[in-house]
T-cell receptor, first 113, second 118 residues
């Protein structure tokens, strides 16, 4: 995850909005993803955005993409305690004719009641 | 929706034994699957790409003889940790793309297998 960077920790109050940020390095990435991981579990795809889009909204989730700055963010509206988890951003890459996902280090979101 | 399963969910073994982890795509076929390793509080590290009908592609620094990958069918890939040692203890996660097109796939992840080597 060294090429994709995220802040390590975010704490918000229940009902507030959460914004998780991510910077990536490969400008040729076609898709960028947000995954959620709960303790001891695998990854759940939350949403993704195509690189020619600036924004994508899906219910409480809003993804913003600034391709110029290679900056991706995930906004969770009306954050609930069940949203507490680790959130990973990932960029897709083609290397040696292989499709790969490169993950960030993950942001641990803690939602306080 | 697409589901990827892993078996076992967790395994404890003695140092020196080999452990096999299975990854199955339950309602779709996957000619490619990916194996990741995750250390506590760290990100996922891609270990290898499993290819049905051909050899796996390993990432730099991953020992091929240590981590044997076999893509036996279009719905099954196995990762065998040979002669496991305590430093191999980790959370192993597989994923499979739903569609086989490049860059347009949605990766579905298995629930992970926690390996503890004593």
């Amino acid at each position: 995850g060294e090429d994709v960077e995220q802040s390590l920790f975010l704490s918000v109050r229940e009902g507030d909005s959460s914004v998780i940020n991510c910077t990536y390095t490969d400008s040729s990435s076609t898709y960028l993803y947000w995954y959620k991981q709960e303790p001891g579990a695998g990854l759940q795809l939350l949403t993704y955005i195509f690189s020619n889009m600036d924004m994508k909204q899906d219910q409480r989730l809003t993804v913003l993409l600034n391709k110029k700055d290679k900056h991706l963010s995930l906004r969770i509206a009306d954050t609930q305690t069940g949203d507490s988890a680790i959130y990973f951003c990932a960029e897709s890459r083609i290397e040696d004719s292989s499709y790969k996902l490169i993950f960030g280090s993950g942001t641990r979101l803690l939602v306080r009641p | 929706g697409a589901v990827v399963s892993q078996h076992p969910s967790w395994v404890i073994c003695k140092s020196g034994t080999s452990v096999k982890i299975e990854c199955r795509s339950l309602d779709f076929q996957a000619t490619t699957m990916f194996w990741y390793r995750q250390f506590p509080k760290q990100s996922l590290m891609l270990m290898a790409t499993s290819n049905e009908g051909s050899k796996a592609t390993y990432e730099q620094g991953v020992e091929k003889d240590k981590f044997l990958i076999n893509h036996a069918s279009l719905t099954l890939s196995t990762l065998t940790v040979t002669s496991a040692h305590p430093e191999d203890s980790s959370f192993y996660i597989c994923s499979a793309p739903r569609l086989q097109g490049v860059s347009t796939d949605t990766q579905y992840f298995g629930p992970g297998t926690r390996l503890t080597v004593l």
